[in-house]
C-alpha cells in the first residue's frame, strides 16, 4: 500500500541512510495513507525541533511485516499505521533531499566547491543570499514533494540569490553532478529512556481488547503515560464502532498537547449529541485564536444542550470584551445549565483580567 511518513528535515536524512528506527520518545514508526495526515504530523515534529516538515512516500507491505515482527506489533487502523519495529529504507519510493544542499552552511559548502573555491575566497558565512537559496530549495521540496527538485532549478535561484557567483557561469549537467551535497545529522538517543513502561504493554493489549471498556481504559492509560504518539493512537479510535470508545478518545485529544483538526472535523456532523459535543471540544481546544470563536458559535447553536454545554464551558478561554455576543447567546439560553456555564466563564475572565492587570509583588 501507499503511505507516507511525516517527519522533519534533519530525520529524514538519517531514514534515507539508516531506514525507519524506532527509538525513543516514540518507540514505533507511524504511517498514514492521507498524505494531508501525514503533513500534519511532520508539521508537528518540525515545530518540536525548529527545523522544516517533510513528507515521505512509502510502499508498504503490512502483511510481511506481520510475519516478521508478529500481528500485535503493525496496528493499522483508520488509514494509520504504527509499526513497533525497524523498517528498511527500501520502502521509500524516493529521496526529495537527495544531492541537494538544505541548509545555508551546506549551501555555501556546494557553492564553494562547485566553482573550486577557498573558503576566503568563497561565499562569506554570513552571506544573506545563502540563506534565500536555503529557504527556495527548502520550500520547493515541501510544497511540491513529488517532484524531484532538479539541479538546473538550484543555479537559477543561485543566480537570483548569489549572482556574483552564478552570473555568466558555465554549469553543465556533468560538472554539477560531480558537486552534490546531503548533510547527514544522526540522531540523539537518551540511553536511559530506552526502557519501556511496563503500563505501556497493559495499553496495548487494552487496545486489542474486543470489549469497548478495555479500549477506553488504554486510550487512558496512553495519556496517563503522556504518549508522546498520543494523538495518533486517537486517531485510530475516532471510527471505532462502540460510541463510548470514540467519546474516550475525543477527550483524551482535547486534553492532550497535540492535534490535527481535519482529522476531528468530520465528527462535528455525526448524528450523535456526544460526539459532536466531544469533538467540538477538542477543536475548540486546539484551534487558533482565531477560529476557536468559530467553533464556539456553532457549538452554542445546536439544537442539543449537551453540545451547547460544551461550547459554553470553553468561553473562559475567550477575551470577555471581544466575544460579548458569544457570552450574551450562552448566557440567554433556555437550558440553565448552558447559561450557568456562561456565567462560570466570565467570572473566569475577569479573575484572569484583575490578576493581569495586578502590578507584580514589589514593583511600584
Known amino acids: 500500500m501507499l503511505a507516507y511518513h511525516g517527519t522533519s528535515a534533519r530525520r529524514a536524512r538519517v531514514i534515507f541512510r539508516e531506514g525507519f528506527l524506532p527509538l525513543p520518545p516514540s518507540r514505533r514508526v507511524w504511517f498514514a495513507e492521507s498524505r494531508a495526515y501525514a503533513l500534519g504530523r511532520a508539521r508537528t515534529q518540525a515545530r518540536r525541533t525548529e527545523d522544516r516538515p517533510v513528507v515521505l512516500a512509502c510502499e508498504l507491505d503490512l502483511t510481511r511485516f506481520r510475519q516478521r515482527l508478529g500481528r500485535r506489533r503493525v496496528a493499522y487502523r483508520r488509514g494509520i499505521i504504527a509499526v513497533d519495529g525497524p523498517v528498511p529504507a527500501r520502502v521509500l519510493r524516493d529521496n526529495p533531499l537527495a544531492d541537494l544542499p538544505t541548509t545555508p552552511e551546506e549551501v555555501i559548502e556546494w557553492v564553494d566547491s562547485l566553482f573550486g573555491l577557498a573558503p576566503e575566497q568563497g561565499v562569506r558565512r554570513n552571506h544573506p543570499g545563502a540563506a534565500r537559496l536555503s529557504r527556495g530549495i527548502n520550500r520547493r521540496v515541501v510544497n511540491r514533494p513529488d517532484e524531484r527538485l532538479q539541479a538546473s532549478e538550484v543555479v537559477e535561484m543561485g543566480r537570483r540569490w548569489l549572482p556574483e557567483f552564478f552570473v555568466g ?196
Not at 222 to 248: G, K, Y
Not at 285 to 311: Q, S, Y
Open 169 to 364: 557561469a558555465d554549469l553543465t549537467p556533468r560538472r554539477l553532478s560531480k558537486h552534490r551535497r546531503v548533510g547527514l545529522v544522526d540522531y540523539e538517543v537518551d540511553a536511559r529512556a530506552s526502557e519501556p513502561d511496563p503500563r505501556e504493554a497493559e495499553a496495548m493489549g487494552c487496545l486489542d481488547d474486543a470489549h469497548a471498556a478495555a479500549r477506553v481504559r488504554g486510550l487512558e492509560l496512553l495519556a496517563e503515560l503522556r504518549d508522546p504518539d498520543l494523538f495518533d493512537w486517537c486517531a485510530m479510535f475516532l471510527d471505532d464502532p462502540a460510541v463510548s470508545v470514540r467519546i474516550a478518545a475525543l477527550r483524551v485529544i482535547a486534553e492532550s498537547g497535540d492535534g490535527t483538526a481535519e482529522i476531528v472535523e468530520p465528527l462535528v456532523h455525526s448524528e450523535n449529541r456526544r460526539i459532536r459535543a466531544a469533538a467540538l471540544a477538542a477543536l475548540i481546544a486546539h484551534a487558533a485564536d482565531d477560529e476557536a470563536p468559530h467553533w464556539i458559535e456553532r457549538g452554542l447553536k445546536d439544537p442539543c444542550a449537551c453540545v451547547r454545554v460544551a461550547a459554553a464551558r470553553s468561553l473562559r478561554h475567550l477575551p470577555l470584551a471581544d466575544h460579548r455576543e458569544l457570552f450574551a447567546l450562552a448566557r440567554h439560553d433556555p437550558n440553565p445549565d448552558v447559561a450557568h456555564a456562561a456565567e462560570v466563564g466570565i467570572g473566569h475572565t475577569r479573575r484572569t483580567r484583575r490578576r493581569d492587570a495586578r502590578p507584580a509583588r514589589g514593583a511600584r
